[in-house]
Nanobody
Framework: QVQLVESGGGLVQAGGSLRLSCAAS????????VGWFRQAPGKEREFVSR????????VSADSVKGRFTVSRDNAKNTVYLQMNSLKPEDTAVYYC????????????????WGQGTQVTVSS
């Protein structure tokens, strides 16, 4: 059973950048599709981006297209989310999750979750 740990969150001004990392242990990251989700206070968890087993099959939400880039390094068992041009509305707890389904994009289609990392964007 894979365990996921996110890191890299923090406080940043609008227009700034952060890179989140999702490190896996107890399993091989290359066996899973990895998704990024976020949840703001009082809102439902929403899909941000997904990357396939070998780095393809990338899908991103319209709200982050052109600003966020997902990538993975299977040799390091790590997936990244590079976030540029951050906006206050990007403020949320960000989670990475792993799935064995090739086209997983809903939270229910992911079996393993990290604990989340807080991203706060000030205006």
């Amino acid at each position: 059973q894979v365990q996921l740990v996110e890191s890299g969150g923090g406080l940043v001004q609008a227009g700034g950048s952060l890179r989140l990392s999702c490190a896996a242990s107890g399993g091989t990251m290359s066996s899973y599709v990895v998704g990024w989700f976020r949840q703001a206070p009082g809102k439902e968890r929403e899909f941000v981006s997904r990357i396939g087993w070998s780095g393809g099959n990338i899908v991103s939400a319209d709200s982050v297209k052109g600003r966020f880039t997902v990538s993975r390094d299977n040799a390091k068992n790590t997936v990244y989310l590079q976030m540029n041009s951050l906006k206050p509305e990007d403020t949320a707890v960000y989670y990475c999750a792993a799935s064995t389904f090739q086209f997983a994009w809903t939270p229910r289609s992911y079996s393993y979750w990290g604990q989340g990392t807080q991203v706060t964007v000030s205006s």
